[in-house]
């Protein structure tokens, strides 16, 4: 197979399909990706409803700003599936495997209570702060991992500075 048949490969629709389900199952990127589109999705939909977008209208806006198209399509179903038939947001959102309950629980509880824009502001500023917590701890495991990669590239400098004059002594 050449490049640019790969290159085909990645940019077909079933590809980036692909690409995005590795991303989504990637360990500790998967869930960083994850939240960031959760919280994209979650501060989308709640200054739609706000501006008073009606529900099915914002819901399939809300899907064009997420960049994982898994999770695009997921939304776009629950629009189709469960809003466009009458039946509540909370209850489409439980039938997607990869929406995570507190944001499905967040909603009903928006949902029952008429503000529903509030709990999804709140479930952003929940999933933004997961990801500063989650940059955060990659900085605080990368920083000693990177002293140490340049301690071993100052070593191997300095080794390979002095190697040839310990060669030079010994003859």
Known sequence: MSSGSG?????SAPGRRAMDRLALNLPVAGRFLRDADLARLSRTLALL???GVPIQRALDLSA?????RLLREDVEAVS??????????AAGLK???RMPLYLTHLVAVGEESGRLDEALNEAARYYNGELTAGVRWVTTLLEPLLILLVGAMVGFVIFAALLPIFEIGKV
């Open 7 to 11: 290159t085909a490969l990645w940019r």
């Open 49 to 51: 409803i706000e501006s």
């Open 64 to 68: 064009g700003a997420l960049r994982n």
């Open 80 to 89: 189709r599936q469960t809003v466009q038939q009458g039946g509540t947001l």
């Open 95 to 97: 039938t997607v495997s």
